[in-house]
């Protein structure tokens, strides 16, 4: 079956940096996105990785191996805003998008 | 960025009726709209893909007389609920793509929440 892990909940400081795990098991692979989803909002798109590697985009990374069937998103200079969920997807070769339940970030001061 | 409106942005309906949810691409025309579900602390579940002027293709399990999905234009796709019942209370999503690659990018709305009585 089609399977995506990411840690439920995740706590860190104002300032400081976070690392959001995200590993999968998919029939194919066609990408993987990163989106965050505040509260009661729908997700917003954060980023797109297809090929190994980090992408930078400001304060947020991310980075993917496929070998290894593993992707990370890397936060920096945490503010209070970022405190939401992070979800991880995957497209399959039918170019379906397998979404993670999410990572509920908490920032604390 | 594109934007993607949904009205309501929240209903509050008995059980029994039916409930219209409008999903429309602002600035931009959008020839896929993918339509998904959201339980609490779950996530998001896609329902159906909605190409303009062709049938809704529904996802396994989703019920297409239940859920009716119309995209009438490049800019405005419906999902109405038929005969709602308590399970249906949902946070619904619409979704609009720009272009024709699978590797477009997603605009999502922001949401209507149903909660039906």
């Known amino acids: 079956g089609q399977n995506i892990d990411q840690p439920t909940e995740m706590t860190a400081t104002e300032g400081a940096i976070v690392q959001i795990n995200c590993t999968y098991q998919?029939?194919?692979?066609?990408?993987l996105f990163w989106y965050q989803q505040h509260a009661g909002e729908a997700p917003t798109f954060l980023s797109y990785?297809?090929l190994d590697g980090l992408e930078e985009k400001g304060r947020f990374s991310s980075f993917l191996s496929r070998s290894k069937g593993y992707s990370y998103l890397l936060l920096k200079e945490l503010q209070m805003k970022d405190s939401a969920s992070y979800l991880c997807?995957?497209?399959?070769?039918?170019?379906?998008?397998?979404w993670g339940a999410g990572t509920k970030l908490i920032i604390k001061p | 960025g594109a934007v993607v409106s949904q009205h309501p942005s929240r209903v509050i309906c008995k059980s029994g009726t039916s409930v219209k949810i409008e999903c429309r691409s602002l600035?931009?025309?959008?020839?896929?709209m993918f339509w998904y579900r959201q339980f609490p602390k779950k996530s998001l579940m896609l329902m159906a893909t909605?190409?303009?002027?062709?049938?809704?293709?529904?996802e396994q399990g989703v019920e297409k007389d239940k859920f009716l999905i119309n995209h009438a234009s490049l800019t405005l796709s419906t999902l109405t609920v038929t005969s709602a019942h308590p399970e249906d209370s949902s946070f619904y999503i619409c979704?609009?793509?720009?272009?024709?690659?699978?590797?477009?990018?997603?605009?999502f709305g922001p949401g209507t929440r149903l909660t039906v009585l």
């Open positions: 998919t029939s194919g692979f066609n990408g």
């Open positions: 990785n297809v």
């Open positions: 600035d931009f025309q959008a020839t896929t």
């Open positions: 909605s190409n303009e002027g062709s049938k809704a293709t529904y």
């Open positions: 979704s609009a793509r720009v272009g024709t690659s699978d590797y477009n990018e997603q605009f």
């Open positions: 997807v995957v497209m399959d070769s039918n170019y379906q998008l397998i």
